[in-house]
């Protein structure tokens, strides 16, 4: 690792931010391990597990530049706490509610929604701290750093989480992924907000949608950036979705191979953000964006295969790969996006990643549908196969898309 990788860890904000990574992860992972349980449980379908988690994703659609907007006016720092302590908030409501045997799929539906809203905020809000703190010359290793954070705290959060639903059951786990939440605000206790980092316009927040859709008429790249970033979601980390259902239904593995399975995307991301922090800047990008795309889908196929000639084994090999690739697609969107656009722009940048991504409920049922209908496997190749040809085509097509 280099010297000035290394020196970001000099830097108090800088390591109050990676501390803060880890433990909302752990949340943030846990949330999705217990929710696919729960629905599941609940309901015994992966339609509607796909209903669930797309009511995770579905608000940051609709909140993504407003939250971006709140990111350029107030301390990015101080919503990260308030954020974390919001879904602190939800998910302690869903493990009381499921331990007095009150949950229904109806309130974790509506619980679930309000937790997306919250989680708009923090994401925009914290790729734009981010770039503040680390300026735009380290931000590719800040973001792999912070990324290398987060899918540790993934790690935990998944066997952690899979070990309590197999031991004390969901409603316990809910009360862990509140206490992973609320520590995450708590280690941000002693960050600061870097100067001259808040936009002083007075103008109103909705003001910044048209203001955002302007920007981006005259900036056709950061049009391709959104919607390749959404297909990313919607047909790659969709696969996600059908975890629950390939560790009970093909694996026969219960509720600790989930865990295993989240497990291994965060090892698979781990390595693939710690191959990618040893890169320099980002720009001119746009080609290997693509490439990373186009084997990300790749990947995939090999998942719908894994089950029936690798075993359990396999799957968790080719799942750590595919989250090894996906996490590299994930960082490179994350700072082209942010390094497109001016300062006063930041947090709105963040909140088109976060547009992007909202659209991953259109992703989550489709796969849902498609295991549902036709299995797992068939579900899997037909989304990696989807992106690796959309990929290809804008590859082939939009020379733009090269040039990013």
């Given amino acids: 690792m280099r010297a000035f990788q290394l020196s970001l860890f000099r830097l108090r904000d800088f390591r109050a931010l990676g501390a803060a990574m880890v433990l909302n992860s752990v949340g943030m992972m846990g949330e999705s391990v217990v929710l696919g349980w729960l629905v599941l449980e609940l309901t015994n379908s992966p339609l509607l597990v796909g209903v669930a988690m ?35 908030l939800t998910a302690a409501a869903l493990g009381a509610l499921t331990l007095l045997g009150r949950v229904s799929l109806g309130r974790v539906l509506v619980l ?14 914290r790729q734009s701290y981010t770039h503040d703190v680390v300026g735009a010359g380290a931000l590719v290793n800040g973001f792999a750093i912070l990324g290398v954070a987060m899918r540790g705290g993934w790690l935990l959060g998944s066997l952690g989480v899979g070990a309590v639903i197999a031991r004390f059951g969901t409603g316990a786990a809910y009360l862990m992924v509140a206490v992973g939440f609320l520590a995450g605000a708590v280690a941000l206790l002693p960050a600061g907000a870097p100067s001259a980092t808040v936009s002083a316009n007075p103008a109103s927040l ?19 950036l959104m919607l390749l970033t959404a297909a ?13 259902s390939l560790a009970r239904d093909v694996l026969h593995a219960g509720p600790e191979g989930l865990g295993a399975l989240n497990a291994a995307r965060s090892v698979g991301g781990i390595l693939g953000l710690l191959v990618a922090s040893v890169r320099g800047p980002v720009h001119g990008t746009g080609a290997l964006f693509l490439a990373i795309l186009v084997t990300f ?22 799942l750590t790969v595919v989250n090894g690739i996906g996490a590299l697609a994930d960082l490179f969107a994350q700072s082209l996006l942010q390094l497109s656009v001016p300062r006063q722009l930041r947090g709105r940048a ?46 082939l097509l939009v020379p733009r898309a090269r040039r990013l």
């Fill in 350 to 395: 963040g909140g088109a990643w976060v547009v992007a991504i909202g659209l991953a409920p259109l992703g989550q049922l489709q796969i849902g549908a498609l295991a549902s209908l036709f299995g797992v496997s068939v579900a899997f190749g037909a989304s990696g196969l989807a992106l690796a040809v959309l990929a290809g085509t804008t590859a």
């Fill in 54 to 88: 797309g009511t995770r994703t579905l608000p940051l659609f609709f909140a993504g530049v407003p939250a971006g907007a709140l990111a350029d006016r107030f301390p990015r720092h101080r919503l990260l706490m308030a954020t974390g302590a919001g879904q602190a």
């Fill in 297 to 318: 889908g790749a990947t995939l196929i090999g998942l719908g295969i894994a089950p029936f000639v690798l075993g359990f084994a396999g799957v968790v090999v080719i």
């Fill in 206 to 224: 909705w003001r910044s949608v048209p203001e955002f859709f302007a920007a981006m008429r005259t900036d056709r790249g950061l049009l391709v």
């Fill in 232 to 244: 990313a979601e919607m047909l790659g980390f969709s696969h996600q979705v059908l975890l629950p």
């Fill in 112 to 125: 679930t929604f309000v937790a997306g809203l919250v989680r708009a905020v923090e994401h925009a809000a």
